[in-house]
Nanobody, 121 residues
C-alpha cells in the first residue's frame, strides 16, 4: 500500500505565508510526478503546482510568483511554499503523486486526504 500524508495547513492572514509538506510512504518503487491541487467550497479541484522527478515545474497562473514547489526524491516528499497569500487561496489542498509500486507494472495516481488552508483577517 501507498500513503500520502499532508501537513502544514492552517489559518493565516492575507499577505502571510504557509508551507505545506507531503510525505509518501509504503511499497514505493519510483515516484514520477508530484504536485498540489486545491478545491475551494463549491468548486472543482484544480492544479496548483506540479513537479517532475527531474525537477521541472509548472504552476497555475494564479499562483505564479507567489508559490514555490519543491521535492526531495531521497525522502519521497514534496513541499509547497506559499507566500503572499490571498483570501482566494482558501481551499483544501491535496497532495498528488504518480507512483509505481514494487512488483506492479506502471504507475498510478495517489492522493492525500487534504489539508485546509484558510486565508482571512
Amino acid at each position: 500500500q501507498v500513503q500520502l500524508v499532508e501537513s502544514g495547513g492552517g489559518l493565516v492572514q492575507p499577505g502571510g505565508s504557509l508551507r505545506l509538506s507531503c510525505a509518501a510512504s509504503g511499497n514505493i518503487f519510483s515516484i514520477n510526478a508530484m504536485g498540489w491541487y486545491r478545491q475551494a467550497p463549491g468548486k472543482q479541484r484544480d492544479l496548483v503546482a506540479h513537479i517532475t522527478s527531474g525537477g521541472s515545474t509548472n504552476y497555475a497562473d494564479s499562483v505564479k510568483g507567489r508559490f514555490t514547489i519543491s521535492r526531495d526524491n531521497a525522502k519521497n516528499t514534496v513541499s509547497l511554499q506559499m507566500n503572499g497569500l490571498k483570501p482566494e487561496d482558501t481551499a483544501v489542498y491535496y497532495c498528488h503523486a504518480i507512483i509505481q509500486q514494487f512488483g506492479v507494472f506502471g504507475g498510478r495516481d495517489y492522493w492525500g486526504k487534504g489539508t485546509l488552508v484558510t486565508v482571512s483577517s
